[in-house]
């Protein structure tokens, strides 16, 4: 749990704690260990909330029973909801990306990206080694770079395969 403070004029990004949680990870169960531990910690919380940021989860963002929601019904000001910009952006360009390509893009770069990691050779000759791939959408972006930046050597390794592969074949 991460907790921001205004004191003296200065924001502060505190981690407060990290809470083991052996209950089904509902809305509800997250929301009634959160307010047990605020009131342990600080009596009048309730009266000091302001927002609650989450990472776009359902759990987290139900407008009937979410985290954020029951959070708002605990608090005695209106919350302000916010998400984690990471996860927003993230939303958005893997919707934005299926959209354009209905996928055979992303397919197709992942399976590029994957053997190209495996590529030693190419990544001596090169000095760089292909981004790994992770199920994070604003990191394709970076793979995606990095790929540009190294296109004309890899157009000339994929062409010298090409032409490596047809000299082997028997007519």
């Known amino acids: 749990m991460r907790i921001r403070?205004?004191?003296?004029?200065?924001?502060?990004?505190?981690?407060?704690v990290v809470v083991p949680f052996y209950?089904?990870?509902?809305?509800?169960?997250?929301?009634?260990?959160?307010?047990k531990l605020l009131d342990q910690l600080c009596s009048s919380w309730r009266h000091k909330l302001l927002s609650v940021?989450?990472?776009g989860e359902n759990t987290m963002t139900g407008w009937k029973?979410?985290?954020?929601?029951?959070?708002?019904?605990?608090?005695?000001?209106?919350?302000?909801?916010?998400?984690c910009p990471m996860h927003q952006m993230d939303l958005v360009i893997q919707d934005a990306t299926v959209m354009i390509s209905d996928d055979a893009f992303t397919k197709t770069t992942h399976s590029f990206t994957v053997h190209l990691r495996q590529q030693a050779n190419l990544?001596?000759?090169?000095?760089?080694?292909c981004l790994?791939?992770?199920?994070?959408?604003?990191?394709?972006?970076?793979?995606?770079?990095?790929?540009?930046?190294?296109?004309?050597?890899?157009?000339?390794?994929?062409?010298?395969?090409?032409?490596a592969s047809l000299s082997t074949v028997k007519y």
Do not use: P
């Open 65 to 83: 029973g979410g985290f954020v929601t029951l959070m708002d019904k605990e608090s005695a000001n209106e919350v302000l909801r916010v998400w």
């Open 53 to 55: 940021s989450t990472d």
């Open 132 to 163: 790994k791939d992770t199920n994070c959408w604003a990191h394709f972006q970076g793979q995606l770079q990095w790929l540009l930046t190294h296109r004309i050597q890899l157009l000339e390794w994929i062409e010298q395969r090409q032409h």
């Open 23 to 35: 209950d089904r990870h509902l809305a509800v169960n997250i929301c009634k260990m959160i307010c």
């Open 5 to 16: 403070v205004y004191v003296g004029g200065r924001l502060f990004n505190i981690h407060l």
């Open 123 to 129: 990544q001596l000759v090169m000095g760089s080694k």
